[in-house]
């Protein structure tokens, strides 16, 4: 019997809630391009129901126990002496989310001696160690699509919010003041702005076909060129290079992985390439942006605002210049678990958890890591540190 050791976030401050603000979520049927929702045999879990906090279980407990497994669930991820860190060594599979990372990272994995499965509810496995994980012969999968456009959309919500000035501007009204000169000094429009998305995949594209209604021109860069089709349909420009690419627009969106080639991509060099004034979008991971860096170009004007919520560590320390930098509209890492993404990973766990315990195939679409090498979805997106590429 297996033993599963699932990391999720605290409960609300309130405790678990028992109602919600509204009765169920819209029926989605498929992804955009066709990718099916998961597909589990059954889910035990009311969709809409807070699912990726320590109460909400992913919903998997009756499943799992009603197969003789044990299930862990905790929040407690940090130190040796931490539960996860007393758990891990006998664990069979890890379940993570991003939002709040349990980091298998090399030394930990060193000591998960029975670990064979590390599944990310959610997007992105960067709190993985890959190259460790690939030497183990540990399989890594995460639920490809389950928030990609929940992220999309936060993303034109933070853009939005960004040139409008909207966060200062709600703090006067909260503040029982009112001064519309200092909200509107700093308040522009989107329309007529050159904006640019790091990567074109599923939630890079996403955004950019949200963005077209706005009258913007769009940009990209990419590995990957996208198809003439959609270049031609969304009217995009395509940069080889991230630099051609910054010098030009006035918002820049990041949407590549976090791997060895794309951390700190956004340092002072990058930032210095940037048009002054222009607005940093980062929903992708904090490393991707080299921390100080970025509260550099804020406090000289050459950013004229950064927003996201993707931290490093997370939950970063109270002292996170990030939480105190002007012009910032940062968040928790929340913009992949609203209830409906939540709904999504929490099936497509309980989907690759099926297909573990019967011996079927894991959907490549979620596949990351499997038998020692980048497969599937983690073979088109992710890069291993390069002694690995070459092995
Ligand atoms: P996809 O795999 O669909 O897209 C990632 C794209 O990045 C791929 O198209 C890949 O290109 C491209 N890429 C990789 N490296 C580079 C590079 N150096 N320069 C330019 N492009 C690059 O992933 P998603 O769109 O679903 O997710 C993207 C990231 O967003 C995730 O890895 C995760 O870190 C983050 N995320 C954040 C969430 C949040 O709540 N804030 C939730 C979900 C994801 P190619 O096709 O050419 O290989």
New binding site residues.
């Given amino acids: 019997m297996a033993k599963i050791l699932c990391v999720l976030y605290d409960d609300p401050i309130s405790g678990y809630p028992s109602t919600y603000p509204r009765a169920g979520l819209p029926i989605i049927k498929n992804y955009p391009g066709g990718q099916t929702l998961p597909t589990p045999h059954k889910i035990d879990f009311l969709p809409g129901t807070l699912l990726g906090s320590t109460s909400g279980e992913l919903g998997l407990r009756e499943f799992l126990e009603s197969l003789g497994h044990t299930l862990i669930v905790t929040s407690d991820k940090e130190g040796e002496h931490s539960a996860f860190d007393q758990e891990l060594p006998d664990a069979d599979i890890v379940i993570s989310q991003?939002f709040w990372p349990a980091y298998l990272n090399a030394e930990r994995l060193s000591k998960a001696k029975k670990l064979k499965l590390a599944i990310t509810a959610?997007?992105?496995s960067?709190h993985v160690d890959l190259n460790s994980a690939l030497e183990k012969g540990i399989t890594v999968a995460e639920i490809t699509y389950c928030?990609?456009i929940s992220?999309a959309e936060f993303i034109v919500m933070l853009i939005v919010t960004q040139i409008k000035n909207y966060l200062a501007s709600h703090s006067w009204v909260e503040n029982k003041g009112w001064n519309i000169a200092d909200c509107a000094s700093r308040s522009y429009d989107l329309e007529g702005m050159q904006v640019g998305s790091?990567?074109?995949?599923?939630?890079?594209l996403a955004t950019l076909r949200r963005l077209k209604p706005f009258d913007v021109k769009l940009h990209y860069?990419?590995?990957?060129r996208l198809s003439p089709e959609i270049e031609a349909e969304l009217n995009l420009t395509y940069h080889p290079n991230i630099r051609s690419m910054l010098k030009i627009c006035d918002v820049v969106t990041i949407?590549?992985?976090?791997d060895g080639?794309?951390e700190h991509l956004f340092n002072d060099e990058t930032l210095e390439v940037m048009k002054n004034g222009a607005y940093l979008i980062n929903?992708?991971?904090g490393k991707v942006c080299d921390r100080d860096a970025i509260v550099r170009a804020l406090e000289r004007g050459k950013l004229a605002g950064y927003a996201g919520?993707?931290w490093f560590p997370q939950p970063p320390s109270a002292d996170h210049p990030w939480r105190t930098m002007p012009h910032q509209g940062m968040t928790p890492?929340i913009?992949?678990?609203s209830l409906p993404a939540q709904a999504r990973y929490a099936a497509g766990v309980r989907e690759i958890l099926e297909c573990f315990f019967n011996g079927r195939a894991i959907r490549d679409e979620y596949l990351i890591l499997k038998e020692g090498k980048l497969a599937g979805?983690g073979a088109?997106?992710y890069r291993l540190r390069r002694s690995q590429e070459a092995a």
């Fill in positions: 991003p959610g997007i992105g960067d928030n990609s992220v790091v990567a074109a995949g599923r939630i890079g860069t990419e590995r990957h949407n590549c992985p976090l080639e794309t929903t992708a991971r919520d993707v890492h913009a992949g678990t979805t088109h997106s």
